[in-house]
């Protein structure tokens, strides 16, 4: 049987075990979109290298936006993804009548960013990566 002297510390702890920071949601949901999306600067500055075959791209960043050739037939494969993140949070907190007099408190945060990558991989005649080149904003 829990003492009537911890009633109140075990009041607190409860509301504030409801209590989660704006910022706490916003990283969640962050760390679950990247891990959705295989084309990241950071997958193109480990993964692409020169000498990679079409194949080999492809299985590291999926399918290309736009392939397109130049007059020597060289494939040109580009990569565009531009993200809109919207992310709300709230939090709500209180106590019923037995422990504080029925005192409750909300808080919230919003937050909306646009992200865009594009991704240029130029391949020489016999198909294998000549080079490559990408450009990522946020806003």
Not at 43 to 68: C, D, F, Y
Not at 101 to 125: E, F, H, K, M, P
Request: proline share 3%.
């Amino acid at each position: 049987m829990t003492s009537p002297r911890f009633l109140p510390l075990l009041g607190i702890a409860a509301l504030l075990a409801g209590c989660t920071p704006a910022s706490d949601h916003a990283r969640s949901v962050a760390a679950g979109r990247e891990a959705q999306d295989r084309v990241t600067v950071g997958t193109v500055q480990r993964e692409i290298r020169a000498g990679m075959s079409g194949a080999e791209v492809g299985g590291v960043l999926g399918s290309p936006n736009i392939v397109t050739t130049d007059e020597q037939r060289r494939e040109t494969w580009v990569y565009d993804r531009i993200s809109t993140e919207q992310v709300y949070s709230s939090s709500e907190g209180g106590a019923g009548v037995l422990f504080l007099g029925g005192v409750g408190g909300r808080a919230g945060a919003s937050s909306t960013s646009q992200r865009t990558l594009t991704v240029i991989i130029r391949y020489d005649a016999a198909g294998k990566v000549r080079d490559f080149s990408y450009r990522a904003s946020s806003f």
